[in-house]
């Protein structure tokens, strides 16, 4: 099981980071993702790290302003989102599948773990 925290109310402009932790488990072996659901639209892929060599993949919505990467000391793998807009609104999951290699995944259907998401608002 997967667990997200770090989401809040932010002001347009503001920063957040994410976390991704595991229960009971560590994210080396792990491919992860990061998806997101606004109000009334259905869940886009954000940003996916693959489980070694870190290689990853962003929305381009979010390219140049956010970031995913491992945060080893703490097993999590962490999205630091910057210059964050209204429309980056929405319930924010990590997701994980077992993979090893260098290869990410961007589609929801190709992970069987997820978290219960963390909502940012992002309004002034």
């Known amino acids: 099981q997967l667990a997200e925290s770090g989401g809040g109310l932010v002001q347009p402009g503001g920063s957040l980071i994410l976390s991704c932790a595991p229960t009971?488990?560590?994210?080396?072996?792990?491919?992860v993702a990061w998806f997101r659901q606004a109000p009334g639209k259905g869940r886009e892929p954000v940003a996916c790290?693959?489980?070694?060599?870190?290689?990853?993949n962003y929305a381009d919505s979010v390219k140049g302003r956010f970031t995913i990467f491992r945060d080893h000391a703490k097993n999590t793998v962490d999205l630091r989102m910057n210059s964050l807009k209204p429309e980056d609104t929405a319930i924010y999951y990590c997701?994980?599948?077992?993979?090893?290699?260098?290869?990410?995944?961007?589609?929801?259907?190709?992970?069987?773990?997820w978290g219960q998401g963390t909502q940012v608002t992002v309004s002034s």
């Open positions: 997701a994980a599948r077992i993979a090893y290699g260098t290869n990410w995944f961007f589609d929801e259907d190709d992970y069987n773990y």
């Open positions: 009971g488990d560590t994210l080396d072996d792990y491919a």
């Open positions: 790290i693959s489980s070694s060599a870190d290689n990853t």
